[in-house]
């Protein structure tokens, strides 16, 4: 276990969300399952309690800890993305699997964890600051998925 990992509170599905990670995500994977050695206020003897799992390489722990707390915006994983085919796969991957679109290039997962999919041209186009970046911007407010040809074109002007 590496000194710091994120840990994410799923309701009871940490070992699905996990392998859903590894499967979608390059340089992911599921790690060991620590099952509940007895019963507890939201699960049983036996059941998954925590799943160690890496996500594009950040090392993560699922916690099955009942509904008591959920996920908002306020973390995210982003994942830069080179090119349009890599956006939509990653994004139609979270998107039709349960999860919703939101605005800007977020869109959250069916267990309710938000992900930030963003193309490089628009992260370069925004730290190239100026007007390349205040078109960049203006393109991307309206968008849900972004479009890297509009990104492209804006930064063109």
């Given at each position: 276990m590496t000194k710091n990992t994120i840990c994410l509170w799923y309701e009871h599905d940490a070992e699905e969300a996990a392998r859903f990670y590894a499967e979608t995500f390059p340089q992911s994977s599921i790690g060991a399952v620590h099952r509940a050695p007895a019963d507890y206020p939201d699960g049983k003897a036996g059941d998954a309690l925590t799943v160690e799992f890496t996500v594009a390489g950040v090392p993560c722990i699922g916690l099955n800890g009942g509904p008591r707390f959920k996920h908002s915006e306020a973390f995210s994983f982003q994942i830069a993305t080179d090119d349009q085919e890599e956006t939509d796969r990653y994004w139609n991957a979270i998107v039709t699997n349960g999860g919703q679109e939101s605005q800007c290039g977020w869109c959250k997962d069916k267990w309710g964890v938000s992900w930030q999919i963003t193309p490089r041209v628009l992260t370069n186009a925004l730290a190239k600051g100026g007007d390349a970046a205040k078109r960049a911007f203006e393109a991307m407010?309206?968008?849900?998925?972004?479009?890297?040809?509009?990104?492209?074109?804006?930064?063109?002007?």
């Open positions: 407010m309206p968008m849900t998925k972004i479009d890297v040809a509009a990104i492209e074109a804006a930064v063109r002007g």
